[in-house]
């Protein structure tokens, strides 16, 4: 029996998740940024596969982290179907998925590169994920044991030592200087909470890995303009991923003109997103690793998981 082809056009995946980036940004809501004592529950971890145990990164961080389901528990934990099924956990019916994003190589037919080899390019796919909360038989959640107990504060101080960064104190204004190379914070007792005073170091710590001796990322030249903005979305998406680590839940205060920076941008290019959250997710890796026992504790990230053969020959 002959296969009927669909004329029903691809789905476009970077438009997917760009399009609900924006109309929770149109509403008023930052999908990264959540309440810290939702409905009575903790500030879940960063979110990571049930079975594996293994963090999500990029994109999946930010679109996992916004969660209602994860929120309202505290638990950060997220499996496929079929990973649940395999350890004889049941997904309960009518339960509605989170889809996260992974690339994988694809082949194309009879197309060499210059050595020779078959030629491949990236393809973002698909993968609908289920949180704990929905899943029946699953243990209950326990936090990982960390070999070291932490503080949040003496963590991200402990941090901001490691970095050798050059902090200065003085003025009423929190900002890092490309020019000079060094973070600007008002004196501490300027600030409402240790958990503010903490959150904005590490925010502008942040900001410091892009120089071009770490990270090397574009700084804008003037308030105002695109790439000062995309810097800021991309600082405040780390701050965020950070947060989630240390249990940091102090907001940054930005401009509201940001946010019709990052609304413009995310409209006339459907991959920004996923470039500010893999810069992002640089970012916070490089400033949690200044703490020895982080970089001791992290395992490795989660990686496509489904039974689906990573190549794939397209035509």
Not at 92 to 105: L, Q, V
């Amino acid at each position: 029996m002959a296969k009927i082809k669909s004329n029903k056009p691809p789905v476009d995946r970077y438009q997917e998740v760009t399009d609900k980036i924006i109309a929770m940004l149109e509403a008023g809501r930052k999908p990264w940024v959540n309440p810290w004592d939702k409905n009575g529950a903790a500030m879940m971890g960063r979110p990571v596969n049930a079975v594996t145990g293994q963090p999500y990164s990029g994109i999946n961080h930010i679109i996992l982290l916004s969660s209602d389901l994860a929120m309202q528990t505290g638990d950060p934990r997220w499996c496929t179907y079929n990973k649940a099924a395999e350890k004889k956990w049941q997904v309960r019916k009518g339960s509605k998925s989170e889809t996260i994003y992974f690339y994988s190589r694809v082949e194309l037919k009879n197309e060499l590169d210059e050595e020779g080899n078959p030629k491949t390019i990236p393809l973002l796919k698909a993968f609908p994920v289920f949180h704990a909360s929905q899943i029946e038989g699953i243990p209950e959640y326990a936090p990982a044991a960390r070999s070291h107990d932490w503080s949040v504060i003496e963590a991200a101080e402990e941090i901001m030592r490691n970095s050798g960064a050059d902090i200065r104190v003085g003025g009423n204004q929190a900002y890092y200087s490309p020019a000079t190379d060094h973070i600007q914070m008002p004196p501490k007792e300027s600030f409402h909470t240790v958990e503010g005073y903490a959150a904005t170091k590490l925010h502008e710590l942040g900001h410091w890995t892009g120089h071009s001796s770490r990270l090397n990322r574009t700084f804008g030249k003037a308030f105002g303009d695109e790439n000062y903005a995309m810097e800021e979305l991309r600082a405040e998406l780390a701050s965020a991923f950070i947060g989630s680590e240390l249990g940091l839940t102090a907001e940054i205060e930005n401009h509201s003109s940001y946010i019709g920076s990052w609304l413009e941008k995310l409209r006339n290019d459907k991959r920004e997103i996923f470039r500010a959250a893999k810069d992002a997710q640089k970012i916070a890796d490089l400033v949690l690793n200044y703490h020895p026992q982080y970089k001791k504790d992290a395992g490795p990230e989660q990686t496509p998981e489904d039974d689906a053969p990573a190549m794939k020959m397209a035509g």
